[in-house]
């Protein structure tokens, strides 16, 4: 098993960054794929960005370019860097962990664009 615990969120303006953090309650090396998806105000839930213990990350269309997922084996966190964020961005951000076939999810953390 594995819990995960999201920080990070909050209320942003257009155009600004916000960087989100999850927390594994174990070693990222024993875990496959981390990463995350969002689900906005009336949206079904989404995958944004995961990354992949032996190979490269992947990303929603509508944020390439824009965010970035890594991860810290050792300080068992995985991050997602969000620049230039925009109102369709608005969503509560959750975090995944794929270990021996079954998927655990965060809490969520809340993010809102507006100005």
């Known amino acids: 098993q594995v819990q995960l615990v999201e920080s990070g969120g909050g209320l942003v303006q257009p155009g600004e960054s916000l960087k989100l953090s999850c927390a594994a309650s174990r070693s990222l090396f024993d875990i496959d794929t981390v990463g995350w998806y969002r689900q906005g105000p009336g949206k079904q839930r989404e995958m944004v960005a995961f990354t992949q213990r032996y190979g490269t990350n992947q990303y929603a269309d509508s944020v390439k370019d824009r965010f970035t997922v890594s991860r810290d084996n050792v300080k068992s966190t995985v991050y997602l860097e969000m620049n230039s964020l925009k109102f369709e961005d608005t969503a509560v951000y959750l975090c995944?962990?794929?270990?021996?076939?079954?998927?655990?999810w965060g809490q969520g953390t809340q993010v809102t664009v507006s100005s």
């Open positions: 995944f962990a794929t270990l021996s076939g079954t998927t655990y």
